[in-house]
């Protein structure tokens, strides 16, 4: 009889093998996460820099809505206005002094009646000072 001679086949995936595609794996998680925290950053920016520019589009609107109403008047309806407009800066200006003034003379008076008041008080204590002597 023949020898049977066994052949014992090493395994075609190894420790190493199976280590090595979990470190591959292990690496491309990683790189997913990384990649999505990546996204996720680029992502709030973009929306900052949308509505950066929203911002910036209708401070423009505003602006040439201010600007285009005054290109139709005519000029004596402009020099009508800025007469109107001189004239309502002359009444704030006396509004805003006859206020200075009022606030002024009103301080004054509270301090004349502080001083009044205290003087009235020494006075009472000098009284009461020479009562107990």
Do not use: C, W
Not at 62 to 78: G, N
Not at 91 to 107: H, M, P, Q, S, Y
């Amino acid at each position: 009889m023949a020898d049977p001679t066994v052949i014992v086949q090493t395994p075609v995936i190894t420790d190493t093998v199976i280590i090595a595609a979990l470190a591959i794996i292990g690496v491309f998680i990683i790189y997913l996460m990384l990649r999505e925290v990546r996204l996720m950053k680029t992502s709030n920016r973009q929306i900052e820099v949308e509505l950066e520019k929203d911002k910036l589009k209708l401070l423009q609107q505003h602006a040439d809505a201010k600007k285009f109403p005054f290109t139709r008047l005519s000029p004596e309806q402009t020099s009508e206005i800025k007469t109107v407009e001189d004239e309502n800066t002359n009444l704030e200006t006396g509004i805003f002094a006859k206020e200075k003034l009022i606030e002024t003379r009103i301080t004054r008076l509270e301090n004349y009646v502080k001083t009044r008041k205290l003087d009235n008080m020494m006075g009472k204590i000098s009284e009461e000072e020479k009562k107990v002597k």
